[in-house]
């Protein structure tokens, strides 16, 4: 029988325990370098309070599986057994340039359900937490329900880039998005965006490419507060590959999916 109350007793622990070593490495020089494209950045304490977490969850839970964005655990192929999935600082490039505004991520699944979630906003103190079925928490204080939110008044999380005219995808739908609702905002942290929507921050969340890291632990916490999400063309997000999403209450999602994006040139 696996103990989930220990198990997530350790991992907040440790969320913790990581984010006060992010906090003290600030003080001291980063070392930066650049993954896919120029913009990409990774650091030494990306990839340290990766290993931190391998080092911790393998001489505790030695049967886990760990699908970590720094590569530096095993390659998962499956979601079977008991699966951590880690982004160590989501938010890189706001944790090198802005020191603030980045987060520790983890999702914790089981079989493919998402179980435990943890988001843990290292500057603010804020952890984000929720267990399946036992509801989502912010620093302790539970986090009731989404209410229905009109468009107009609707505050949306959008990268925009995904509003800029490109050969690559069809922008005008998120153009008129911007345009529509009540307000935008680009926190640069897709768990943060997450954790607003599931704290009442924020409305909804749209973008066009994620990775399972940037949004697994956000989904278990979306789960508790009755948010849905999906990819743009409201199929469920799977959480082995990289997915489009757009997140939220209900009714504020159904209306983005059929009346922005649905008919546009976008594929995934
Ligand atoms: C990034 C952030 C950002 C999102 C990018 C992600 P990283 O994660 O979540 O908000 O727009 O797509 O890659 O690289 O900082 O862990
Ligand atoms: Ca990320
Ligand atoms: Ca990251």
Redesign the pocket.
């Known amino acids: 029988m696996t103990n989930w109350v220990e198990i997530d007793r350790l991992a907040k622990l440790w969320v913790k325990e990581a984010g006060s070593r992010i906090k003290a490495s600030m003080q001291e020089g980063l070392s930066i370098e650049t993954k896919s494209n120029p913009n ?1 950045l990774v650091t030494n304490i990306d990839k340290e309070t990766e290993r931190f977490f391998i080092e911790k969850i393998q001489s505790t839970f030695s049967d886990h599986h760990i699908l970590g ?1 720094e590569g530096q655990g095993e390659e998962v192929t499956s979601l079977d057994g008991i699966v951590w999935i880690i ?1 160590p ?5 706001n944790f090198v340039h802005q020191k603030r505004n980045f987060a520790i991520s983890i999702g914790i699944f089981e079989n493919g359900v998402g179980k435990i979630g943890l988001i843990y906003d290292v500057i603010h103190d804020e952890l984000y937490h929720a267990i399946k079925g036992e509801g989502a928490y912010m620093n302790d204080i539970l986090l009731p329900p989404l209410k229905d939110v009109e468009i107009e008044k609707a505050i949306v999380g959008i ?1 925009p880039t995904w509003a800029i005219e490109s050969p690559y995808f069809d922008a005008k739908p998120f153009a008129r998005l911007v345009r529509d609702v009540r307000g935008t905002r680009t ?5 943060l ?1 997450l954790a607003y929507i599931a704290s009442g921050r924020s409305d909804a969340y749209v ?1 066009l ?3 399972p890291w ?1 949004y697994a632990a956000g989904c278990v916490l979306l789960d508790e507060v009755g948010a849905v999400y999906s990819n743009i063309h409201g199929e469920r997000l799977t959480f082995l590959d990289k997915n489009s999403i757009v997140a939220g209450n209900r009714s504020i999602c159904e209306k983005i999916l059929h009346d922005y994006i649905k008919g546009s040139g976008n594929k995934k």
Request: proline share 0%; hydrophobic share 35%.
């Open positions: 990409d964005e982004d600082i989501d938010g890189t490039m990268n926190i640069g942290s897709a768990a965006e973008t490419r994620l990775a940037d």
